[in-house]
């Protein structure tokens, strides 16, 4: 199915649940927020397991990153901000009810710009709040089949913000490049780092116009994002076009199966008597804002700019290069040392494009230092354009030294006393193309040069045998 | 034999061979090494070799805390309260953990799943609640001191009830951290004691700011200090409201003694109006019930507590579990919590019964300006008979008209032993503004110390 030749009937709105995992600690306790590889249940405490007793108090730094997160998408930040507890029963909330925030959450009415084809998309972003992580359930097998159930607690308590927007995307794509791109904003905060497992999940709300609104629940990768909603809207497509009305509904997304299943109708609502959570006092955060706002690092768009600026380089070069902080950091760091633009083609061009075909992120990349030192041999002529694409797959895929990685392979432009052997030895066995030569015809120079570049393997320069050809054949 | 262990073993004896069910749960063996501590010097502090006893709503690290509830039998807390912990640093003693109403929901510690205690006054009555256990224990000699919660008058009412002295804090003053919530936005650890000075002292060591709960207000002040004899130029307010129908005439006249005593001490009384009074129980209840419905979620015997059943999904399991591990008035008032927060109600019970709650604030910021401390009936009769109320819970709640507006404004109050009906003690309660802690204490002490009300029960 063609994704984007649905534009102009979808209607999509999401609500991203991205983990504050820069913090050190918990929303609400002094748990650590870092527990990828502990045993299950060792980062917990009588707060976030919620034994009877235990009171969560608020972590101050979660408060300023999340007015952070709302000033860099141009929301109003709320004068007084509350917690609330959202009832409901579940193996994983340890209290029976999970505290967020409802009637005031901490930032609202933001905007944030997205690519269309062709044209630039502006998405409202109709509130960011705060909440808890609920526990991890572990199943044996699948759902389906697990006879028990295990819980982790070490999640319960993980500080999460919830960017929820207006249904002002188009299509899977434009939503995709929405999360990219708040994840990307959240990188430069340092707020965020969204390539731990569980960083980022998406519930993603979608309808074709006039029709009923269907909510998709439990998106866990950047890439179910666009599938789950290629497969919702094929599904209310094939609806329509049967002439089956679509009911509103929350379905669950099988990242698996790639499909999306029933969870609950309409009828089968939650009620979760949302009321002041009491064991929280209610913040004024208003008064935090300009000191926070003072802090603001410069993010993706101006970064981008700044760059076209300092190191002339083209746009769309800038805004490959800027829509990963990683990547951003990564050349700057080189565009130090190097030709600014030759670092551009380099980064955007060859690293990224390596990268990406094998999967893989700039954090797994070989460091600047070598990428330097491969664009310096680049420009002193010591290997060719070939021969540096040849150095990075090899840093890429085994790792190592590019100097090494030149010499095992011969990667080194020849002497010039063996390109110019290997000149004599062309001119001898060639004597009908020098006549030609000879004879006014200067595309027997091309032929001649072609030779010596076979007998060099391609290690010569071209430029530099064109110019010994010439001078031996004025000689002789 | 050492002299506090030598108090240790006495209280204990008292308890062996006590009718009154006022503890669950008895640490002999620790209270018998704190002593034994202090006895040799280790340890030291304002209540050094003092015995308290601790409502069993409060965790003790390694000692079984049961809310007075079957759903918690069994669960031993990993961490002590901080108010507990504050005992702990100053040298008491602790007994043992003391009877209640389930949840703390209850005006008198029948709703204790481990039964009921006993008025030392009358073995046929009861002790008042939801505090019962520490208000007996206190009056029975079976500790000098003791800790209750106050939600909606659970301090003051057994107090009342059973002749001793208890101070519900201004809210914010004591750490919750600890305190297994019933609700929340009500509720302060208050101290019991036989007099005023040892509820003061009491409250000293376990107020304070508190860092691991929100609530906590940072405010110092020595309450010890102001145990001074002198009430002139005083001004007690005398609420009309407080003496409505239900009041019962001996507990009318005692209170009105007891006025006229601190006028003829210097004092000046005038009567004063809370018109708001009225809807305070109705809007005690909803948040109440509303908090607790949502407090008591946790309790599925998923991670601690009562556990039954196997091979079952999760849903039936937790089901059974509540069902068998709540007691009726528990679940009474889960269910009308969780119908009064539900969609459609919210604002018709939940909403409103805050906006009572403001006004409510208000009658009593507005009397403040006029008037130093207020002077009240604690609880409109003294302690009914076990089982009275027990068809009839609405009447049990009317009990509370009394306390709770003390607890929904926030406010402190002391209640005090003011006479008797017959043998049966009555309690006056003096009620002040936010953190007037120190005018109470000085109203009640300078009563204390001019009056004989402060007997021990029959035997005892
Ligand atoms: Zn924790």
Same mark, same amino acid.
């Given at each position: 199915?063609d ?19 820069k913090?050190?600690?918990k ?19 009588p707060?976030c397991?919620?034994?009877p007793?235990?009171?969560p108090v ?25 917690f609330? &507890? ?6 994983d909330?340890? &209290? ?10 901490i ?11 062709g044209?630039?998309?502006?998405v ?9 992580? @609920?526990?991890?359930?572990?199943h ?26 207006e @249904?002002?995307?188009?299509?899977p ?23 731990l ?12 116009r ?42 669950? /997304? ?9 969870? &609950? ?17 209610p ?13 603001? @690092?410069?993010? @993706? ?9 300092? /190191? ?27 030709e ?17 075909? &094998? ?48 010499l ?8 010039t ?9 062309v ?50 | ?15 062996? #061979? ?7 749960t ?39 805390t ?22 702990r ?15 703390a ?24 609640g ?16 003791? %800790?209750?919660?106050d939600?909606?008058?659970?301090v003051?009412?057994p107090?009342?009830?059973c ?14 951290y ?39 207000v ?7 200090? #102001?145990l ?5 130029? %005083? ?12 009041t ?23 009567e004063?109006?809370?018109? #708001? ?12 019930m ?24 999760w ?25 009064a ?74 209640s ?20 007037d ?7 009640? #002490? ?15």
């Amino acid at each position: 199915m063609d994704g984007d030749g649905l534009e102009g009937s979808v209607i999509i709105g999401l609500e991203i649940h991205c983990q504050l995992n820069k913090l050190n600690s918990k929303l609400f306790c002094g748990c650590s927020t870092k527990q990828q590889g502990l045993e299950p249940n060792t980062m917990t405490c009588p707060v976030c397991l919620g034994l009877p007793g235990a009171l969560p108090v608020i972590n101050k730094k979660a408060v300023e990153y999340s007015i952070m997160v709302g000033l860099a998408l141009s929301c109003e930040i709320a004068e007084h901000t509350q917690f609330y &507890r959202k009832n409901y029963y579940y193996p994983d909330l340890p &209290r029976g009810f999970q505290i967020t925030q409802y009637d005031w959450p901490i930032a609202s009415n933001g905007i944030l710009t997205v690519e269309a084809d062709g044209e630039e998309r502006t998405v409202r972003i109709r509130r960011v709040h705060m909440e808890e992580d @609920p526990g991890r359930l572990v199943h044996q097998g699948s759902i389906e089949t697990s006879k028990f159930v295990l819980v982790d607690y070490n999640r319960s308590g993980m500080p999460l913000l919830e960017v929820v927007t207006e @249904p002002d995307l188009r299509s899977p794509k434009e939503a995709r490049r929405f999360i990219n791109k708040l994840r990307n904003i959240l990188e430069y905060l340092d707020v965020f780092d969204g390539s731990l497992e569980g960083a980022l999940r998406v519930d993603a709300n979608v309808s074709l116009r006039g029709g009923a609104r269907v909510e998709i629940k439990n998106i866990s990768s950047y890439k179910g994002v666009e599938r789950a909603l290629l497969f919702e809207i094929s599904r209310q497509q094939n609806m329509k076009r049967r002439g089956v009305k679509v009911t509103q509904e929350t379905r669950h /997304y099988d990242d698996e199966r790639n499909c999306t299943i029933t969870l &609950r109708t309409k009828e089968q609502a939650e009620e979760y008597r949302y009321y002041p959570e009491p064991d929280l006092v209610p913040l004024s955060v208003k008064s935090w804002e300009p000191r926070l706002k003072a802090t603001l @690092p410069e993010l @993706p768009d101006a970064r981008r700019e700044r760059f076209k600026k300092q /190191y002339s380089i083209s746009d769309d070069h800038a805004k490959v290069i800027t829509s990963e902080i990683r990547v951003a950091n990564y050349y700057e760091c080189v565009a130090g040392k190097c030709e600014p633009r030759l670092a551009a083609t380099w980064v955007a061009d060859y690293l990224k494009g390596e990268l990406n075909y &094998r999967d893989r992120d700039i954090k797994d990349a070989f460091e600047p230092e070598k990428m330097i030192y491969i664009l310096e041999q680049l420009k002193t002529g010591i290997i060719t354009d070939k021969g540096a694409v040849e150095v990075m797959r090899a840093l890429l895929d085994e790792g190592g030294d590019p100097k090494d990685i030149i010499l095992s392979r011969n990667l080194a432009k020849v002497e010039t006393d063996i390109t110019k052997a290997a000149v004599k030895d062309v001119i001898k066995e060639n004597l009908e193309a020098i006549r030609d030569y000879k004879d006014g015809k200067p595309q027997a120079l091309n032929y001649l040069v072609g030779k010596v570049m076979k007998k060099t393997n391609g290690r010569a320069d071209p430029a530099e045998v064109n110019l010994l050809l010439r001078e031996l054949l004025e000689c002789t | 034999m050492a002299l506090y262990e030598e108090s240790v073993h006495k209280a204990f004896d008292r308890i062996k #061979h006590s009718k009154l069910n006022a503890y669950i749960t008895l640490d002999k063996e620790g209270a018998l090494e704190t002593a034994g501590k202090v006895d040799d010097g280790k340890v030291s502090g304002r209540l050094a070799g003092m015995t308290v006893a601790v409502k069993d709503c409060i965790t003790t690290k390694g000692l079984l805390t049961t809310c007075g509830s079957k759903i918690l039998s069994g669960y031993v807390p990993p961490f002590d309260a901080e108010v507990v912990a504050r005992l702990r640093k100053e040298g008491a003693v602790i007994t043992g953990k003391t009877n209640m109403d389930e949840f703390a929901m209850g005006t008198s510690t029948e709703s204790s799943y481990y039964g009921p205690t006993k008025n030392p006054w009358d073995l046929t009555r009861v002790p008042g609640g939801s505090s019962g256990g520490s208000g007996a224990a206190v009056a029975g000699l079976e500790c000098r001191m003791a %800790l209750g919660t106050d939600t909606g008058g659970s301090v003051r009412c057994p107090a009342s009830f059973c002749g001793v002295v208890g101070i519900k804090p201004t809210y914010g003053l004591v750490s919750r951290y600890g305190v297994i919530a019933y609700a929340n936005s009500l509720e302060q650890v208050g101290p019991m004691a036989r007099n005023v000075s040892d509820a003061a002292l009491l409250l000293d060591v376990i107020a304070g700011h508190d860092p691991k709960d929100s609530t906590s207000v940072p405010h110092d002040a020595c309450y010890t200090d #102001h145990l001074v004899e002198d009430v002139k130029g %005083l001004t007690i307010g005398v609420p009309k409201e407080y003496f409505g129908e239900g009041t019962d005439k001996k507990v009318d006249n005692a209170v009105w003694s007891a006025i006229m005593k601190l006028d003829k001490l210097g004092a000046d009384y005038k009567e004063v109006s809370l018109p #708001h009074t009225k809807y305070a129980l109705s809007a005690y209840y909803i948040i109440a019930m509303c908090e607790a419905s949502s407090n008591l979620a946790r309790f599925d015997g998923l991670r601690y507590g009562l556990r039954i059943g196997k091979d079952e999904n999760w849903h039936t399991t937790f089901s059974r579990i509540r069902a068998e591990g709540f007691g009726e008035e528990v679940k009474r008032r889960i269910m009308l919590g969780t119908y009064a927060l539900s969609e459609g109600y919210y604002g018709k019970y939940y909403l409103k019964a805050l906006k009572v709650r403001t006004l409510i604030k208000q009658d009593f910021e507005k009397v403040f300006k006029g008037v130093d401390v207020l002077a009240a009936p604690t609880m409109p009769t003294t302690a009914f008979k076990i089982g009275e109320h027990a068809d009839d819970p609405l009447s049990m709640y009317m009990a509370d008209i009394d306390t709770v507006p003390v607890n929904l404004a926030g406010v402190p109050s002391i209640s005090v032993p003011c006479g008797f009906a017959g043998k049966l003690p009555i309690g006056i309660q003096f009620i002040g503004g936010f953190f007037d802690e120190p005018k109470i204490i000085r109203t009640a #002490h300078t009563y204390e110390l001019n009056t004989d009300f402060q007997k021990l029960p029959e035997g005892f």
